[in-house]
């Protein structure tokens, strides 16, 4: 599997996560500059040998505007870990609304956990309390750096320096 590169702006915020290629290509243009390389990795071509990086920064400021993480079930189930936020099952899981929709829940990060289906069904249209359960962890709106630090440490350890601390709730 190719090893990608994380991308940061040049006031060191994240802003993407691209291929190698990619990454090569601005190097070469001038666009960005390595700060970070894979320790025992090269790109070879027939006459020359290059680092291959592991985070660049790019020369210049761009205003990307910030659209945040996508709510969305995979994000949301990577926040909780893959785990239910009642009792801690990783099988058959479902995404439930904290204080339910027809009591005024609104569909946001603070309000959706990943939840077991025994334990939603448990609660059914309560909520926590009324249904005598307890959260494990408070959900958040996670950041972009939280998503790139837990990539970074199964995958990519050399970004590690370069992202914010994550939350760990």
């Avoid at 090269?42 to 761009?62: E, M, N």
């Avoid at 990783?90 to 309000?111: A, F, M």
């Amino acid at each position: 599997m190719e090893k990608r590169v994380l991308v940061l702006n040049l006031d060191h915020s994240p802003v993407a996560v691209v291929p190698v290629q990619k990454a090569i290509v601005l190097c070469l243009l001038e666009k960005a500059n390595i700060l970070s390389t894979y320790e025992l990795l090269k790109i070879r071509t027939v006459d020359r040998s290059f680092d291959y990086p592991a985070v660049i920064r790019l020369t210049h400021y761009k205003n990307i505007p910030f659209r945040g993480v996508l709510l969305n079930r995979n994000n949301l189930f990577k926040r909780d870990n893959g785990e239910c936020q009642y009792c801690g099952s990783k099988r058959h899981l479902t995404i439930d609304h904290i204080i339910p929709k027809s009591k005024g829940g609104k569909t946001n990060w603070t309000n959706l956990i990943t939840a077991c289906n025994r334990c939603n069904v448990s609660k059914g249209d309560k909520t926590p309390e009324q249904a005598g359960l307890v959260l494990r962890s408070q959900p958040f709106k996670p950041s972009l750096s939280y998503f790139l630090a837990e990539y970074a440490q199964r995958q990519a350890e050399e970004w590690l320096p370069f992202l914010s601390s994550r939350v760990i709730t």
